[in-house]
């Protein structure tokens, strides 16, 4: 009985993130949200500094969303566990680990700007995880709303099928309402209305609306079956079936459900609520989570299929965890392919994606993808091996928390008394251990020289910035080998500056930051054939022998390594070896001692001793004769470049070309939009420092921009190592 009530408690689970680009109004839905569905009595404004999801004092400081906050609400009889990310590239990490455990997302536009960098982006990201998504075009009350255009955006750039359901009523500030197209019926809000009104459809848009309607039938009958048949025998769709068909096509991705509104005024929340209720998926929708254990015929397997080197790759893009990852997974006593399906009564299985310090003590931020927990319960933590055990359960609002007895599959929840558990660890029961796929952590690209004013302060600096760590991936520690100097790396300018700030808040610290510096690659230009390295060793006990023959050439794939021995002159296990001491080489390149990538390694011969090789000796040979190979090569060294876009008036469109022609900006694209030019450009990283600064002085304060990484580009004047 108890299961059955918890299966029906996660058929009304929705678990939710809002995506958008900055400032297209992600929180403001999100405040809306809270208000339509009674969990807040006051609307929390942006400018006021008064939201929910917008606690911390940095947050508010600076109008933005920095750090994805989670909150929970019920609508019609449903759950709706809602996380609100970031909008800002800098904090694109944030947007990546909410995705790893949502089930579904809404997507805001700007009505007026459409499809931004950052909601281009946002929406890859959730590509690859494959979120369901619906549209929300926001702001439809601004001079220059147009839901036409903003959905001809959508299509051209991020190349979904619209599936449009609102027809608006009224303009710009005369928006006043929508036409729900699947019902035909008009939902109005007066001035100072919290609810809609529904009536008739106004008769001056009754054309219009039908001629939408049936171009909504004719668009999702092409995609769907069961549609296709109702309208090829009725020639229409029932507003059921409409409904029925939205869902499958949106839980499949096949389709985007496309819904208007004005949040800030409060008009278009309860469609959207009903959106998410109706289209996206619950957690018994979803494919069940798949982990790895023991391998089947020595083969160890991961999600979806990926071998234990794909899960190991995963490690690898999480920096400070990478190592605890691979011991993980290496310790673990692997099955093939073992999959949980969201059901309270199987063995328990968490992701841990969020953990944060607060006064009263470390929350771990889970999502429960099957089982059941209690407060008290034993959890074995995938990052350390070690048991631990659950302190409290809390159900999250912002910054606020209710305690709560349990936490069944589909829920998210935070905990307290888990000490090791990092952002990416897997929870599970500790007699059915399960290492769950991480979210992937993006390669750092700036750095600064941090130091504590005074020298008593040194010890705290160093435990701050390594909490710092703990808490965001993304974030990066180390210490320089030839200054000595403390330098943290982050994804730009502004997360360092949130995280420096963060630790003068919170501690009072005074600590000096260097000017910032982008990390460079090292690529092979021109590669290098029979490379032999022998590695011999004997100093009177076992010796060490290892004889490889390397080729080496460039690659657009990162590092690959592959191998041509025959006749078994080099075994399996010996190759391994050599694979493992290459990736050691990566670590600095021949030019700079920075990152190398984008090389294929092949091993084309070698040797071994009866007596004297071991995997030890095979491994120095690999990292010996890869260095070796890297001085012999043409290399190449690359900077890191964004893609900017630029918004000025017109009248600054001359000197804003011509400052990016200064800093090696490549233009792409200038278009003038709502008055105002908006110009897209490919800059070095190393360029855009101080660039705000700049662009507002050269725009009287009118101009803004975004950037976001788009890779790796050659260097001028580099330096290149020839034979």
Known sequence: MRNNLDRRHLAAVRNLG???????????????????TGTTHKRGEVHDGTTVTDFDPQER?????????????????????????????????????????????????DAVAGVEPQSESVWRQADRHGVPRIAFVNKMDRAGADLDTAVASLRARLHPVPLVVHLPIGAEDTFTGVVDLLRLRALTWGDGSDTAVEGDVPEALREEALRRRRLLEETVAERHPAALEEFWDRETLSAETLTAALRDLTRTGDGVVVLCGSAYRNRGIEPLLDAVVDYLPSPLD????????????????GRSGATVDGMHSAA?????????????????PYTADERRPADPAAPFAALAFKVGATPTGRLTYLRVYSGTIEKGDPVWESGTGRVERIGRILRVQADRHAQVDRAVA??????????????????????????????????????????????????????ALARLAEEDPSLVVRTDPETGQTLLSGMGELHLEVAVEKIRRSLGLDVNVGRPRVTYRETVGRGVSGVVYRHVKQDGGAGQFAHVVLDVEASEDGFEFRSSVVGGRVPQEYVRAVEAGCRDALAEGPLGGHPVTGLRVTLTDGATHVKDSSDTAFRTAGR????????ACAMVLLEPVVEVTVTVPEDAVGGVLGDLAARRGRVTESVVRGGSAVVTATVPLAELFGYATRLRSRTQGRGTFTARPTGYAPAPATAAMTP
Request: proline share 6%; with cysteine; net charge negative.
């Open 316 to 332: 690898d893009r999480m920096h400070p965890a990478a190592d605890r990852m691979h011991r993980a997974v290496d310790r673990m």
């Open 18 to 36: 809002i995506l958008a680009h900055v400032d297209a109004g992600k929180t403001t839905v999100t405040e809306r949200i809270l208000y339509a």
């Open 410 to 463: 589909g829920d998210i929840v935070a905990v307290v008394g888990l000490k090791s558990a990092r952002p990416g660890s897997t929870l599970s029961a500790p007699g059915d251990p399960l290492v769950l796929e991480p979210p992937g952590v993006a390669d750092p690209v700036v750095s600064v020289a941090v130091e504590a004013c005074r020298s008593t302060d040194t010890d705290r600096l160093a435990s």
């Open 61 to 109: 400081d600076r109008g933005i969303t920095i750090f994805a906050a989670a909150v929970s609400c019920d609508w019609n009889g449903h759950r709706v566990n809602l996380i609100d990310t970031p909008g800002h590239v800098d904090f694109a990490d944030e947007v990546e680990r909410a995705l790893r455990v949502l089930d579904g997302a809404v997507a805001v536009f």
């Open 286 to 301: 979803v494919p069940a989570v798949c982990g790895i254990r023991q391998g089947v015929d020595g083969v160890r397997r």
């Open 624 to 631: 010996f004769a890869l260095r070796e190979a890297l001085r």
